[in-house]
């Protein structure tokens, strides 16, 4: 989270978004990891 301490004007003022806004809701999605028989060989290594 280096980016937020290097520069906590940008990193905490949603309206640089999006003019006017005051507060931003972030969400994210969990991607499921590929199955070993998808996989090809030698990736595990």
Known sequence: ?????????????PGRILEGARSL???ALRTPAPRLAEVGAG???
């Open 1 to 13: 989270m280096q980016f937020t301490f290097r520069n906590p004007a940008r990193s905490t003022d």
């Open 43 to 45: 990736r595990l290594r």
């Open 25 to 27: 809701v972030v969400g």
